[in-house]
């Protein structure tokens, strides 16, 4: 057996994040703590899709997250930046519990499309909801790190170092837990559930388990993009968001946990330089983009990395 | 008070005359962000024309080619060099795109946004980045509201305006009006839009009764269950803000189905469609445009330069949204202007900019803008309503109505809410 | 009572609507498994095309009564020229990958066709509104509605009633039924698998086509108008059950009431009513209404 490496290469990568960070340009500090944001929820969504299932209505998870950071900015006037993100994966983990017993049952397109009902209902009641200013939103506070607030120039940094923490943190726990008996259980499960029944193992308790994790880190990811952003509104659970979460998860791959970060970064930098490049026709781009990625690489980007060691 | 307005108003255009005596000093370009939708459903009647309307504005003005008092080339003799962005995308991408405008492309300052979710996103980012913003286009009173802002301006009046100019209009036209109902989109502009309306519509008939409020999805194009339900109110007045596909295909459906015939139909957008649609839209539909552009712009130079222009460039009279991109260039151009005058004749800093810009009372095609109210970085104008009339096949408007800027804007630290709830109280 | 009736024409004329904009989509899940997003661009390609045909041809002096048949050349021809090409040029070299990759692959089509429209058409509406009108209204329970609704609901029927005759009773049908339930086998068996996908591809764009086409008349087609079919016109499917015909015309009606009711009587509802319909359905039959394992798909 090969020696796990992956440790040591989030390590390293979060190292080079910290180190770099305060000399990068802004306008790209910027675009990689959302890509980190981002790339929290296709974590969570390539645990799902290890086990072959595929949720359209993961931004849900991802709007409670940001929409909790949020509340708690304008009910109570928290700004802790890991307060909102950790309170945000609290509600969003809460939430997939009460959810899972329902979804668990369901397996493939349906539950899919059942996610997404629910993501659009959670989308009508925001944009209902007027006092909260409905899909215009409402500005989240500016951040604060244990506390302090830091200067304006090192705003971007520290959010961009909190972010690559959690990340790194995040990252970490799921890839120990795909190497437990209860995660290592998915390919099983996506090739033959009652193979895995005959084991002694419920596969839908194992889905439940993964659907409240991927929920959590969703609502991780949520909360750091509406501090990060600092702006959030109903748009945010909205099914073009939960697509664009999928199309990262399947860009990337399910190869490793670093893949989904891997994604989201290539997403929003192809997205960026689309609508710089050509601010007519940038639907166009990202799209032909995105298709050469699926033709030439039918294991997502990972495989990428893959292909060398393999040989 | 009319008097010392009219006085600060030549002042301030004797001022703006100063810097052209002036040789530019400092050649080296400025760049203004421009960003407006250009995919999407917005893009076709507010997106692509306030595109249109910057590209013409910009090149006119490095051409010194605009009238005075804006014969200046580009502002105060600098050239303008335009960076285009999409409005798409949410507000995420949206913020991202700013960000890139400022930090990797360097523009001094940026004007657009139609969404006001756009504009409520961009705003502290503004703020945060120190960069000059002015929003052309988007309704929302929250903006300044909220908070208060040094970089962030709006060159056009709130949403709060066409409903309550909608709401007076009605009041001159249907003295007698006792039923009312609404076709509103369920997103926060059609919402206030309506509920600003129903507001002002109680304050002005304390009777009146509301027989039903329709609020399908944004972009939801069959209205035929939402038609009958109007039909059956059998409402004097039906009010709405539907704007571009929404409001085309409700005309094309409500038409035949008789609906104008039975109520007066207030549109409050509705200058974006009455030429494409004229034929559609039988005579007596009021019409607004968000302001006094479009057919109830005023007759001076101006204008009258602007409209010609636009019409000679891209075969289409402007709409209001191509107004207020212009009002919102020749506005910052004001400003600029004349805190360069205020500099010696140098290129200002950007504080010194929004020094001049604050209180700001300039001339766009439009007419007047004073920027009154938000601690002096939001816009009112006077506002107009009127009916449409056929004159031998061409769409015009007619029983034109004109508000003053005070009758139909807040006060300046007054919300909007609580003024129309207070009755108006100036 | 009045007021009923009401709810039952303006929940008839949805229903008719949506069953046309949707049912191409479970004609294509059925038989070839792949949930097709482009869909959408279907639709909205169907609608500029007999938008601006239609309105060269009548301000050319055709006869405006021949407009109903130029939306539906405008349909057929889009369906020809783009079906088989998206389906030969790329989705055939796709059939091996998961489900979800497909409609991945969909969806980068959605959005270059979303801009191919904007290079072609511009961003400006296109109106042909003389069909709606031309034929005249009629007058229920203080109501008027233009006939053109019943040509809405007339083309519904004869789109399913066609689909459900060709697959129930001719030679092709029938081989199309033996596809959808072994590949291999019919494939074994000398049937063209390969064509046969591309014309249910193609056949399915343009029942798409033939709801963009048909709505034209009644709205300004602008961009961005096959968006909103996506998301309707997968609710109704899953609803009925993917891949079901039965189940795309009940889900089309259950939707187009509900709709209709909700907006006559408690219309702040209308927004999410169609999700709630769509989680209701899902939740107590969970692979939608008539999805059973021994049920008989297309």
Known sequence: MRPDRTPWVLGAILAVLLVVGPFAPLWVVFPVTIAIAKGLVALGLMILLRCGLVSFGQ??????????????????????????????????????????????????IFFGLLSLAFSMIFYGLLVKSETLGSTDGFNVLPSTLFGIRPADEWVRYAVLAAASSVAFVAALLVHRYLRTPLGSLAPAIKDNEIRVEYMGASARYAIHVKYVIAA?????????????????????????????????????????????????????????????????????????????????????????????RAA | MQRTRKLVASIAAAALCVPALAVAQDAAPIKVGVVTFLSGPAAGPFGVPARNAAEITIEMLNGGKVPKPYDQKGFGGARLQMVL?????????????????????????????????????????????????????????????????????????????????????????????????????????????????????????????????????????????????????????????????????????????????????????????????????????????????????????????????????????????????????????????????????????????????????????????????????????????????????????????????????????????????????? | MQQLVAVVIDGIIYSAWLFVAAVGLTLIYGVMKILNVAHGSF???????????????????????????????????????????????????????DEVVILLITYALFLILEDVIKLIWGVDPYF???????????????????????????????????????????????????????????????????????????FGSLLAAIGGAFTAPTVSVVPGLGVEVIVLSFAVVVIGGLGSLPGAALGAVIVGLVRSATIHYLPQAELFVIYLVMAMVLAFRPRGLFMLAEARKI
Not at chain 2, 88 to 97: D, K, L, M, N, R
Not at chain 2, 240 to 265: M, T, Y
Request: charged residues 15%.
């Open chain 2, 85 to 426: 962005v999409d409005e798409s995308g949410g507000t995420t991408t949206q913020v991202t795109e700013f960000r890139n405008l400022v930090q990797r492309d360097n523009v001094d300052v940026v004007i657009g946004y139609i969404s006001s979710g756009s504009c409520l996103g961009i705003a502290p980012v503004a703020e945060e980045l120190k960069t000059l913003t002015v929003f052309f286009d988007c309704g929302t009173p929250r903006i300044f509201e909220e908070r208060d802002y040094k970089y962030v301006f709006r060159t056009s009046s709130t949403a709060t305006m066409d409903s309550v100019g909608a709401a007076l209009y009605v009041k001159d036209l249907k003295p007698n009006a006792k039923v009312i109902a609404g076709l509103n989109q369920n997103y926060a502009w059609g919402q206030d839009s309506w509920g600003d309306f129903e507001l002002s519509m109680k304050q002005i008939f304390p009777k009146i009764e509301v027989a039903t409020s329709q609020m399908p999805k944004l972009f939801a194009g069959q209205y035929n269950a939402e038609i009958s339900t109007l039909l059956n109110a059998k409402a004097d007045v039906i009010h709405s803000s539907f704007w571009d596909g929404d409001l085309e295909a409700f005309i094309l459906q409500a038409g035949p189905r008789g609906l104008f015939k039975r109520s007066v139909v207030v549109l409050t957008t509705g200058e974006t469609a009455m030429y494409k649609l004229a034929d559609k839209i039988p005579d007596g539909v009021v019409i607004g445009a968000r302001g006094p552009y479009g057919p109830y712009a005023p007759d001076n130079e101006l204008n009258k330069w602007y409209s010609a222009t636009f019409q000679d460039r891209y075969n289409v009279p402007p709409n209001y949204a191509a107004y207020q991109m212009t009002q919102a260039i020749l506005g910052t151009k004001a400003a600029w202007e004349k805190a360069q005058a205020a500099n010696g004749g140098k290129r200002p800093s950007i504080d010194q900019v929004i020094a001049a810009f604050e209180r700001l009372t300039f001339t766009g095609p439009g007419g007047e803008v004073r920027m009154a109210i938000g601690k002096g970085h939001q816009a009112i104008t006077e506002t107009a309503y009127g009916v449409t009339k056929k004159v031998g096949g061409k769409m015009t408007v007619a029983n034109v109505k004109r508000y003053p800027a005070e009758t139909v804007n807040p006060p300046d630290g007054v919300k909007a809410a609580d003024w129309i709830k207070n009755g108006f109280k100036k």
């Open chain 3, 128 to 202: 042909i509104a003389e069909p709606y009108g031309l034929l005249g209204s009629f007058d229920v329970a203080d109501l008027t509605y233009p006939y053109y609704n019943l040509i809405l609901v007339g083309v519904a029927i004869a789109c399913g009633a066609g689909l459900a005759w060709t697959l129930t009773r001719t030679k092709t049908g029938k081989l199309l039924l033996a596809v959808i339930h072994d590949t291999e086998v019919s494939r074994a068996m000398g049937i063209n698998v390969g064509r046969f996908y591309m014309v249910t591809f193609t």
């Open chain 1, 59 to 108: 931004a849900l998870y991802y709007c409670i997250g940001a929409y909790t950071a949020g509340m708690l900015g304008r009910v109570f006037e928290l700004d802790g930046v890991f307060t909102l993100m950790l309170a945000g994966m609290a509600v969003a983990a809460a939430t997939a519990y009460v959810l899972g017993f329902l979804l668990a049952r369901y397996r493939g």
């Open chain 1, 216 to 308: 959590a880190l969703a609502g991780l990811g949520g909360g750091l993009a509406a501090t990060t952003v600092g702006h959030i509104d109903p748009e945010m659970a909205y099914w073009t968001v939960s697509g664009e979460f999928v199309f990262i998860t399947i860009l990337a791959g399910t190869g490793n946990v670093i893949a989904p970060f891997l994604g989201a970064l290539i997403f929003e930098g192809i997205r960026n330089v689309a609508f710089a490049v050509s601010p007519n026709t940038w639907q166009m781009v990202l799209g032909g983009a995105l298709l050469a990625v699926i033709v030439f690489l039918p294991n997502g980007l990972w495989s990428l990395f893959r292909r060398g």
């Open chain 3, 43 to 97: 639709y909205a390609l169907g609608a500029y095309a007999a938008a601006s045909i239609a309105g060269a041809l009548l301000a050319g002096g055709m006869p405006p009564m021949l407009s109903y048949a130029v939306l539906l050349g405008a349909a057929l021809l889009v369906a020809i020229v783009l079906g088989p090409l998206i389906e030969r040029g790329i989705l055939r070299f796709m059939y091996a990958r």
